[in-house]
Structures are given as C-alpha cells and as structure tokens.
C-alpha cells in the first residue's frame, strides 16, 4: 500500500508565495514567527492564544541559518527547518507556514499582511520587528505574556545533563 503526502503538508508555504496564499486566508490573519525548535508546552500554549486573536494564523519560522546567527549555541537548531515546518504545520491552530532567511521576519509581515502580529512576552510591543508597519495599516500588535516558563535551551541543558 502506498500512502499520500499527510494533508498538513499543504500548509507549508514557500515564501515567494505568501502574499497569494496568505490573501487567501480568513481574515482577521495572525502572524507571528520564531525558531520552535524542540516544540513545548510553552510553545504549544502560545500558538493557541495567538490564533485565539484572528480567524486564521500564519508561522514564520527561521531558517537554519537564521538560527545560528541568533546565537543560541553551535548546535541549533536541532531540527532542520523542514522536520520544524512539518511539525509547525501539523498543528491544528496554525494555518500557514513559511520561513525566512534574514535576521528578521520583516519581508514576510510584509508579504502576509497580517492584522494582528504577536510575539511572546518576552518582547514588548515597541519592540516587536514589524510593528510600525502593521499598525500603520490599521492592524494590532500583542505580546502574550508566558503561561508556562519553557525554554528548549533550558530543556536541552536538562536532556544534556547540564
């Protein structure tokens, strides 16, 4: 028996066509992006709160490179892109994903258009790479507080025995 691409997949967006695929969506659309290197609780909970704000939500994930150049240690991300996109796209809050390669996922908010952009509570709203531009568009931007402290550095350190 052979058996056919899992449907999530089709939820994985290149990001030359994020402006067509994204228009595409329900609107208000969410966007947010990170690494989500090894998924959590912290993760998991955040995703949901942030799609919670629009009809339809959009990942940028940071491509491997990306990660590197954030300097969250030698041997990050621990998940290529593809197997993070995969996983990012299997779940069900999340409508579209796609990746960017600079330091900042501001051609991508660029592209998608987004309604509602949100970063963790690590970031204050002032702070959050594309702010100015959704705003300027009419559009909101929220930073969710942390319900659960995780940090996959934090759960590396734990698996390492360090």
């Not at 204050?124 to 659960?148: D, Q």
């Amino acid at each position: 028996m052979r058996y056919s691409r899992p449907a999530f997949e089709t939820k994985i967006c290149p990001p030359e066509e994020l402006a067509i695929r994204a228009a595409a969506l329900p609107r208000p659309l969410v966007f947010t992006n990170g690494c989500f290197d090894i998924l959590h609780r912290g993760h998991v909970t955040y995703l949901a709160q942030a799609r919670a704000l629009g009809a339809a939500m959009v990942v940028a994930l940071n491509t491997d490179a990306s990660v590197r150049r954030l300097g969250k240690g030698d041997d990050r991300p621990v998940n290529p892109l593809e197997d993070r996109a995969a996983v990012m796209a299997a779940l069900a809050c999340v409508d579209l994903v796609t990746w960017f390669d600079e330091d900042t996922p501001l051609a991508c908010i660029l592209e998608a258009r987004p309604d509602v952009l949100v970063k963790g509570g690590d970031w204050a709203p002032e702070r959050i790479v594309g702010a100015t531009e959704v705003r300027g568009w009419g559009g909101a931007v929220h930073s969710i507080p942390f319900e659960h402290e995780r940090s996959t550095t934090t759960l590396l350190g734990r698996i390492r025995g360090s």
